[in-house]
């Protein structure tokens, strides 16, 4: 089993609509958890930043975390063309170095 | 302030060959990561580095060399290459006090 499990789609959706993307983990010492946006050919860049669990809310996304139940969350509201991309999630122990990443996400937006 | 930069941004190589994947950062972060990226597979770690002189294997360390001279550069060197190197590879940086990676634009590498 992967520390880190995302379905990597491709999820398509309708213009204006509201995404949800997921990732479920197994090592509960996580405390970081992130959400990375990458477009095509490009690096991924950091969408969304939360530690422990709880909501947290930039513009149209909202990231949330569910320790007990070992599962992240990231909402888009009025979703936009533009936001097609792959849509990584990523976690990290305060004590390692590195982080965890899930397989990404592909998400198309349809005008 | 150019971040992080990579080069070259696209190679091909016959198997066997060797290369060298260079990666410069100028924000004077300590950490600095190497990853692989294969299709539908999300980020697998090959090395990282916490400072100048310390490097540590990641994920995926086999077939590839690296070293840390300097802050900045974090080259990637692959020895006789294989099919399976074919992908695309990316150079990161963050700071200790900081989780954020910040990634350059990525080499696409082909081995055939």
């Known amino acids: 089993q992967k520390e880190v499990e995302q379905d990597p789609g491709p999820l398509s959706v309708p213009e204006g609509a509201i995404v949800s993307l997921n990732c479920t983990y197994s090592?509960?010492?996580?405390?970081?958890f992130m959400w990375y946006r990458q477009y095509s050919r490009k690096g991924p860049e950091l969408l969304m930043y939360t530690y422990s669990s709880g909501n947290k809310e930039d513009g149209r996304f909202t990231a949330q975390v569910d320790k007990s139940s070992k599962y992240i969350s990231l909402f888009i509201r009025d979703s936009q063309p533009s936001d097609s991309a792959t849509y990584l999630c990523a976690m990290w122990v305060d004590s390692n170095y590195q982080l965890i990443w899930g397989a990404g996400t592909k998400l198309i937006i349809k005008p | 302030n150019a971040g992080v930069t990579q080069t070259p941004k696209f190679r091909i190589l016959k198997i066997g060959q060797s290369m060298t994947l260079q990666c410069t950062q100028d924000m004077n972060h300590n950490y600095m990561y190497w990853y692989r990226q294969d299709p539908g597979m999300g980020l697998k770690l090959i090395y990282y580095?916490?400072?100048?002189?310390?490097?540590d294997k990641g994920e995926v360390p086999n077939g590839y060399n690296v070293s840390r001279s300097t802050t900045e550069d974090f080259p990637l060197r692959l020895e006789l290459a294989a099919p399976s190197q074919t992908s695309v590879y990316f150079c990161?940086?963050?700071?200790?006090?900081?989780?954020?990676?910040?990634f350059g634009p990525g080499t696409r590498l082909t081995v055939l």
């Open positions: 090592n509960s010492a996580f405390q970081y």
């Open positions: 580095s916490v400072g100048a002189g310390i490097t």
């Open positions: 990161a940086s963050s700071s200790p006090t900081d989780n954020e990676q910040f």
